[in-house]
């Protein structure tokens, strides 16, 4: 099922907030401890199925100039 937009947003030793989707580019947030930054990021695809019980996403994007590509898929299941 074809998605409109994603945030992830990630906390710990390395905090940030991507925003993901497709076709667009979006500026995001990027902390690794050291210092804090911001990249583009380009979504050439996005699909996700979730539901109460948990989902899956798959990304494929590009970072900064296009020199970064891609490709991540995040799982995330509940036994309840």
């Known amino acids: 099922?074809?998605?409109?937009?994603i945030t992830l947003n990630r906390?710990?030793?390395t905090n940030s907030?991507?925003?993901f989707e497709e076709?667009?580019?979006?500026m995001s947030y990027y902390d690794m401890g050291?210092?804090?930054?911001?990249?583009?990021v380009y979504t050439e695809y996005l699909e996700a199925d979730i539901n109460?019980?948990?989902g899956e996403i798959e990304i494929e994007y590009r970072c900064g100039k296009g020199e970064c590509r891609c490709k991540k898929i995040y799982?995330?299941?509940s036994e309840k």
């Open 17 to 19: 907030c991507l925003v």
């Open 34 to 40: 050291q210092g804090a930054f911001t990249i583009s």
């Open 75 to 77: 799982r995330s299941f």
């Open 1 to 5: 099922e074809k998605t409109g937009k």
């Open 52 to 54: 109460k019980l948990g």
């Open 23 to 26: 076709g667009q580019k979006h």
């Open 11 to 13: 906390s710990g030793t």
